[in-house]
């Protein structure tokens, strides 16, 4: 007998409240205590989540770097959204389940939510190395069939040098590139990579301690 998987969602109108935005956020505190608090997250069956826009489905959206470089990476036939195979993307991370004790089985939503992130990125990639994780923007795409059900939380792991290998199949031609070899591949990449290259600096920036992306001219966080 085959389990209908369960999955994180919050509720569009919890968003909505918040501020709907199209594309990025960097109001990372405001939304985060938003969603982190207290019944606001649920679980609610995948095939529910990815028909009905009324809920958003929480994805952790983790990239890594060097400083220098980006880990990059085609999804291939096994990946879990069949409507994104074949398209590239810097950003590891899935669906967060109810095996990851979050957020029911919790009182601090946000420690149990980081611990289910790094559960999620093992199961795809072997990371050798310890890393600082910041959140650093969120991401919404209502332009796009996937994009109406799904927000992205960004996390931004920096490591001093990239040795990481891929564990799950769903991941093909693994590599690291700069921002410009990024640059030279846009066309090719899931929308979510698109909008974080395109704010590539404001998330470093972000990511820096001390640092906040409101300060930077052109950027804001209303």
């Not at 939304?31 to 529910?48: M, V």
Request: net charge negative.
């Amino acid at each position: 007998m085959n389990t209908v998987e369960q999955v994180l969602v919050v509720e569009r109108n919890v968003v909505d409240r918040v501020g709907s935005f199209q594309g990025i956020s960097f109001a990372v505190d405001r939304f985060l205590d938003a969603l982190f608090s207290p019944g606001t997250l649920r679980f609610i069956p995948r095939p529910q989540a990815e028909e009905d826009p009324a809920y958003k489905q929480i994805i952790p959206y983790v990239l890594m770097t060097d400083g220098d470089r980006y880990l990059t990476y085609v999804r291939g036939t096994r990946a879990g959204e069949q409507r994104l195979v074949g398209q590239r993307s810097i950003g590891i991370g899935g669906h967060i389940n109810p095996a990851d004790d979050l957020p029911l089985f919790s009182s601090d939503y946000r420690e149990a939510y980081g611990a289910a992130v790094e559960r999620e990125v093992a199961e795809e990639v072997v990371v050798d190395a310890a890393h600082p994780d910041r959140m650093v923007a969120l991401l919404n795409d209502d332009s796009t069939e996937v994009g109406r059900v799904h927000l992205g939380i960004v996390h931004y792991w920096c490591f001093p040098s990239l040795r990481i290998r891929k564990r799950e199949k769903m991941i093909t031609r693994l590599s690291f590139m700069n921002p410009t070899e990024l640059r030279e591949v846009r066309d090719t990449m899931e929308s979510w990579s698109q909008l974080c290259l395109d704010h590539m600096d404001v998330l470093a920036s972000s990511a820096a301690p001390r640092r906040s992306p409101c300060d930077l001219p052109g950027t804001s966080c209303a």
